[in-house]
Nanobody, 121 residues
Framework: QLQASGGGLVQAGGSLRLSCAASGFTFSNYATGWIRQAPGNEREFVAAISWRGGNLYYADSVRGRFTISRDNAKNTVDLQMNSLKSEDTAVYYC????????????????WGQGTKVTVSS
């Protein structure tokens, strides 16, 4: 199970931090990350981190603004989102997969419920 939190309403240029807590599987054995879906759009990869945290993956649209991190001792993954834009408005889902590429290709083994992020311009 993956439980996401931290979404909300923020003005453009602002920041939010999403968190996701994992349970029920060996979190430290999986790459993990975030996938988002804006209204009327398909799901889009956002960011991923390998099981030990040594490899980071970002969508071009968020690179330099978003930072992903994980804490295997706490079974958590966070997404720090800075310089938010209206186009970042979406439901953000945390997910876990065998490899970072599983997140990039949006084919994770585990999905969490989403947390909604709304960026007002």
């Amino acid at each position: 199970q993956l439980q996401a939190s931290g979404g909300g309403l923020v003005q453009a240029g602002g920041s939010l931090r999403l968190s996701c807590a994992a349970s029920g599987f060996t979190f430290s054995n999986y790459a993990t990350g975030w996938i988002r879906q804006a209204p009327g759009n398909e799901r889009e990869f956002v960011a991923a981190i390998s099981w030990r945290g040594g490899n980071l993956y970002y969508a071009d649209s968020v690179r330099g603004r978003f930072t992903i991190s994980r804490d295997n001792a706490k079974n958590t993954v966070d997404l720090q989102m800075n310089s938010l834009k209206s186009e970042d408005t979406a439901v953000y889902y945390c997910a876990a997969g065998g490899h970072g590429s599983d997140l990039v290709q949006i084919r994770p083994n585990y999905w969490g419920q989403g947390t909604k992020v709304t960026v007002s311009s």
